[in-house]
């Protein structure tokens, strides 16, 4: 997880290389779909050239059709994956199908000034899908076999404007809520992703290697079960005030039965009293 040009991407394709785990980017798989025109492709297009993001049901779909391929059987390093909490849910209860649950979700941190930087000088390779930087990290290396130089090209989501809506839009929607979900189920760990980029690799190594998996959060059908234990909480505060309530209620019971004689001796006494009074009254007539 990051936001956009926080070197997620390039991080990936090292931890694939030292573990011969595939690197899944649900955005290079859109993007493929685009290119070849597929009705996938011909939907994203619009929504990805806005800086928005697809919908979590294809979303899920494509991750569930990708994991299925053999070279996933071993493992995979999901990419800028789950973008929502929904993704996320959906994720959950597809792994455990599988009964391959995620191990860790790294968290890269790196302020807003230094993404703007990142993204503007970010370029794709059009044939081994590999990503540069212009500015920090140019082109180096085998390109596909047969061919020894990269062909740079700029994302048109990687615009500035359209970078700054994908921005806002990973705050609000990934950032925030995506990371509570994660660091409820104990998986979330978070890396300083600034600086070099072989130091940021060795903090990511030293991080995955001091964390251990952890079940995920129940969800679905799970997370119901536990919703009457929550609404239970009042009820359960509730039973455990009623004690003292009885003990003041008697205590006032009590204070009540001992005060009583003294009202009813008030209220005799005062009956007397307006008793002689009338009598009064009425002399005072008989003599007028």
Do not use: W
């Not at 809520?177 to 979330?188: C, E, F, I, K, N």
């Not at 940021?200 to 536990?226: E, Q, S, Y």
């Amino acid at each position: 997880m990051g936001a956009p040009g926080s070197g997620k991407g390039t991080q990936a394709q090292r931890l694939e290389k030292q573990f011969g785990i595939p690197q899944i980017s649900t955005g290079d798989i859109l993007r493929k779909h685009l290119a070849e025109g597929t009705p996938l492709g011909l939907r994203a297009k619009e929504i990805m050239a806005a800086g928005g993001y697809v919908d979590d049901e294809t979303m899920l779909a494509i991750i569930r059709e990708r994991l299925s391929q053999a070279d996933a059987a071993q493992g995979f390093i999901l990419d800028g994956f789950p973008r929502t909490v929904a993704q996320a849910e959906g994720l959950t209860e597809l792994l455990a199908e599988d009964g391959t649950p995620l191990d860790a979700v790294v968290l890269f941190e790196v302020n807003n000034e230094q993404l703007v930087k990142r993204v503007s000088g970010r370029r794709t390779c059009e044939f081994c899908k590999k990503v540069f930087n212009v500015n920090f990290a140019p082109a180096s290396g085998e390109c596909v076999p047969g061919r020894t130089e990269h062909s740079l090209v700029q994302r048109p989501d990687d615009q500035e404007d359209t970078f700054k809506e994908r921005l806002r839009k990973y705050e609000e929607d990934t950032r925030k809520p995506v990371s509570r979900y994660y660091a409820y189920t104990g998986l979330m760990r978070t890396v300083d992703a600034e600086g070099a980029i072989d130091e940021v690799t060795r903090r990511l190594l030293d991080t995955l290697k001091a964390g251990g998996g952890t079940t995920p959060a129940p969800v679905g059908k799970a997370a119901k079960k536990r919703a009457p234990q929550r609404r239970a909480k009042p009820a359960a505060r509730k039973a455990a005030r009623r004690p003292v309530r009885k003990a003041a209620n008697k205590a006032a019971k009590k204070s009540a039965k001992k005060a009583a004689p003294q009202r009813r001796a008030t209220r005799k006494v005062t009956r007397k009293a307006k008793g002689r009074a009338r009598p009064a009254r009425a002399r005072r007539k008989s003599k007028r």
